[in-house]
């Protein structure tokens, strides 16, 4: 297979990504053309942030093209498409290996510890020797966890810090809602740790069946939904791994879905803005940083 790359303006860009796709590319990718150089631009600011930058000065675009794909048809099919088509310069074709993708890409997935009890383990990783057996055993707790479209495999600080809240205090039989839930991780993590019915609530119904799937995966009942669904009442654990500006706007549901003497642990928030979220939180209940990692932190606090 072939690639064909050429380089074009901002205003370009979709016309001409629109134009390839019809004409027969496979797929189509916008790169910045400056990247890795001292011109590169970063598009995307820290969470809740307003990036600074909102469009590349110069676009790559990387058109996939299948067997036999001829490259002139797909460079005709731009012409008078928010422009001329690109000058012979502009653009150039390069091959692309041969390769076990989906192999490849399970390679980028391996174990992932957390803390001293719990692992993170790919299915197909299920069977190699060394690790834990799904489920919890000998105080060690393992969760199969394939990456998929919801948000949460284990990877990121924000997800280490709320496993690792769980760990450190769930005693056994708790009551459990996780809001924006994701892939389901932390309801299952609670479920393996000892907690009762557990909730794993999100707006997303792409989470919502990845968090039912790999709870059933993990053979651990979570109860999952959308938002409407969850009953009315409390829990004595409730965590919420989000960002910031959400959690400051759900800040007074949140902490009345805590029942008294419950635990409310948040996550997906920087440690500059602890300060703010927790100030949301004040007129229901204090949190302070529990623990930070890698510039997040996650907020506790136990309602009266």
Not at 206 to 231: E, I, S
Not at 239 to 251: E, H
Request: some cysteine; proline content about 7%; hydrophobic content about 45%.
């Amino acid at each position: 297979m072939r690639e064909l790359v050429l380089n074009c303006p901002e205003s370009q860009a979709e016309a001409w990504s629109d134009a390839l796709l019809e004409a027969g590319a496979l797929s189509v990718s916008v790169e910045d053309a400056d990247g890795d150089t001292e011109h590169e631009q970063a598009l995307f600011g820290e969470p809740g942030t307003e990036p600074e930058v909102l469009a590349w000065r110069r676009n790559r675009l990387v058109a996939l093209l299948a067997d036999g794909d001829d490259p002139d048809h797909l460079l005709a099919a731009l012409d008078g498409q928010a422009g001329p088509a690109p000058a012979a310069d502009d653009w150039f074709l390069r091959d692309v290996p041969d390769a076990d993708w989906v192999r490849l890409t399970q390679s980028q997935f391996g174990p992932i510890v957390v803390g001293e009890r719990i692992w993170i383990v790919p299915s197909w990783h299920r069977d190699d020797a060394g690790l834990p057996s799904v489920g919890a055993r000998d105080g060690i707790v393992r969760i199969e966890l394939d990456p998929g479209l919801a948000f949460g495999t284990g990877s990121h600080p924000t997800t280490h810090l709320c496993l690792e809240w769980l760990a450190a205090h769930l005693q056994g039989g708790e009551t459990v809602l996780d809001y924006g839930c994701g892939s389901g991780i932390l309801a299952i993590a609670a479920r393996l740790l000892g907690a009762g019915p557990t909730w794993g609530v999100d707006i997303d119904e792409q989470a919502v069946l990845a968090t039912a799937r790999n709870a059933a995966a993990n053979r651990v009942d979570v109860q999952a939904g959308l938002p409407d669904a969850l009953p009315a009442g409390t829990s004595q654990v409730v965590v919420a791994n989000i960002l910031s500006n959400p959690l400051k706007m759900l800040a007074p549901m949140l902490a009345a879905r805590v029942a008294p003497g419950g635990w409310l642990a948040l996550s997906g928030v920087l440690e500059r803005q602890a300060d703010e979220v927790s100030q949301a939180y004040a007129p229901h209940l204090p949190l302070r940083v529990w623990a930070a990692r890698d510039g997040w932190v996650c907020l506790a606090g136990r309602r009266a």
